[in-house]
């Protein structure tokens, strides 16, 4: 069998005005009878623009030139903006961005879910830099340039971007890029270290190396020796997430504090914690606030990871239950609890994409639930929570598409009323859109 063809691209570069932006922060504009994203354009623009890709229902490419310029368009804080996969919209106002995201959601609502609410509210906003304190990055040694690099990927994810500063990451970490990248280069398992996973609390910082080799002596040594010089816990990961141990200090302790409940989650450098501390507090006192937990509710909140809302929520409720598919986030949920002295908080572990059957969790009523679910959405969970009672339900996303299905389900099969929505900026500069919204029961 003859493999197909590709078809060449032009080279000739075309002029097109940009009408809308997409949910990745691409201009979009139409070229002949498709739509097509272009990278590094702004609604309202004209620009010239490389095709680089064709695909069936549309086409993609990148701004060469920007011919009428939008008056929303700004320089870029970071030099590595446009080379580095790490942001997507430097070059828009940080008001214009938030207000993006904010069509975005309405949008899906509205496509997806048949739904409208009858409140928007104004978007959460916070820090603009320095506010990823949990990252993913990638090493690469690279013979020609004699160098490691440290950071996130290209833009077009092949390669690892070739970055001196990041003004997203945590101040605490993006400090010592160079570092890493000198402190990598300097070891014998330099060509065996993929990535290196980022994790910062309030207080102290960690770093999992993830090694594809044993590492020497030495090269435990350096690793040692920059632990102590930087304060920054080391971690070895030599396998899969269940090999991840200390090297120095031997027991690390990391924690964010929540300053308007009065407690403070400790968690694993591993541990899935959200990005942004300022965010994720305001994000919280939204949710409570919504949820409105009084002394006589019984709360029930689904995919609690560690504790994130599960707690605030027990400093008002009269109990609530957390459920998380990870036993371990369980153990720790529990330990928390305990740590801040909240009896009435109770979690058990449970595969939330599966039939729950008679799980013990299941058997009494709840007043309210709040569901924080991953991208996929709670399509699976949706049919127990309207069999719990709650007249109230909460719905944290980080996927709009997800959320606007699910929205459609509880209006339209399960009775309920979308009182309101609206974002959280928990990812300045990207098209990461993190949402919230208020469902209640009308029958």
Known sequence: MSRRRRRKLPKEPVELRIDDLSHDGRGVATHGDKKMFVYGALPGELVLVRITGRKRAYDEGETLEVLE?????????????????????????????????????????????????????????????????????????????????????????????????????????????????ALIYAMEARRSIPQIEVACGDESCALIFRHL????????????????????????????????????????????????????????????????TEMNRKMIDRAVTLLNPSEDDRVLDLFCGLGNFTLPIATRAREVVGIEGDGELVKKAEDNARRNGLENARFYAADLNEEPGAAPWLKKPYDKVLVDPPRSGAESILPHIAASGARRVVYVSCHPASLARDAGVLVEQFGFHLQGAGVMDMFPHTGHVESIALFERTV
């Open 69 to 181: 310029s939008s008056p929303d368009r700004i320089t870029p804080r970071c030099p590595h903006f446009g080379f580095c996969g790490g942001c997507s919209l430097q070059h828009l106002a940080p008001e214009r961005q938030i207000e993006s995201k904010q069509n975005t959601l309405i949008q899906n609502l509205t496509r997806i879910g048949k739904v409208s609410p009858e409140l928007l509210w104004e978007p959460l906003t916070g820090p603009l830099w320095g506010y990823r304190r949990k990252a993913r990055l990638s090493v690469r040694y690279v013979h020609k340039k004699e160098r490691v690099l440290v950071g996130f990927r290209e833009r077009y994810g092949r390669f690892v971007a070739d970055m001196q500063e990041c003004h997203v990451l945590d101040a605490r970490i993006a400090a010592h890029l160079d570092g890493l990248s």
């Open 213 to 276: 080799e044993p590492l020497s002596g030495n090269d435990e040594l350096k690793l040692r020796e920059f632990a102590q010089e930087t304060g920054i816990a080391v971690l070895l990961q030599p396998a899969g997430p269940s090999s991840i141990h200390c090297l120095e200090p031997m027991e690390p302790e990391l924690g964010f504090t929540l300053p308007a409940f009065g407690i403070e989650l400790f968690f694993a450098p591993s541990d899935f914690i959200q990005v942004n």
